[in-house]
C-alpha cells in the first residue's frame, strides 16, 4: 500500500553527518513500523533502526546507537534519519521498509520477514 523512496544519500569524510529522507508518497505511516536497513559490500542486510507507527518509540543498533537519529514529521510522510560521526564502516547501500504495524502503536515491528514493502536504496560512502 505505501510506496517508499529513499534520497539524502552521497559520499562524505569521516566524521561528516548526511541525513537520509523516505517518503511515503503514497500513505502516511501510522500503521507502520519504519526500519532503515543497510548493506554493505559482502556482508548481509542488517536492521540499523526502526521507528513506531505512533512515531514515539524508536529503537537502534548497538552500531549507530549515540550516532544516528531516526524521526518522522509530523504528518507521518517522511521519516529522516541523521547520521552523525560517519565512519567508513557505515559505507553501505541503505534502505527504508515499512512493515503493517496497528494503527498508532508504540510497539515496533523488528522482524525482517514483516517488512513488505521496501525503497530501492541510496548509497552512503564514507572515506578516511
Known amino acids: 500500500q505505501v510506496q517508499l523512496v529513499e534520497s539524502g544519500g552521497g559520499s562524505v569524510q569521516s566524521g ?3 541525513r537520509l529522507s523516505c517518503a511515503a508518497s503514497t500513505l502516511p505511516l501510522y500503521t507502520y513500523t519504519l526500519g532503515w536497513f543497510r548493506q554493505a559490500p559482502g556482508k548481509e542486510r542488517e536492521a540499523i533502526a526502526y521507528i513506531s507507527a505512533g512515531g514515539r518509540t524508536t529503537d537502534y543498533a548497538d552500531s549507530v546507537k549515540g550516532r544516528f537519529t531516526l524521526s518522522r514529521d509530523g504528518a507521518a510522510l517522511t521519516a529522516y ?3 552523525d560521526d ?3 564502516e557505515d559505507t553501505a547501500v541503505y534502505y527504508c521498509a515499512a512493515a503493517p504495524s496497528a494503527l498508532r502503536t508504540e510497539v515496533l515491528t523488528t522482524s525482517i520477514e514483516k517488512f513488505s514493502t ?10 578516511a
Request: charged content about 10%; hydrophobic content about 35%; overall charge positive.
Open 16 to 18: 561528516q553527518s548526511l
Open 81 to 83: 534519519l541523521q547520521m
Open 86 to 88: 560517519l565512519k567508513p
Open 118 to 127: 521496501w525503497g530501492r536504496g541510496t548509497q552512503v560512502t564514507v572515506s
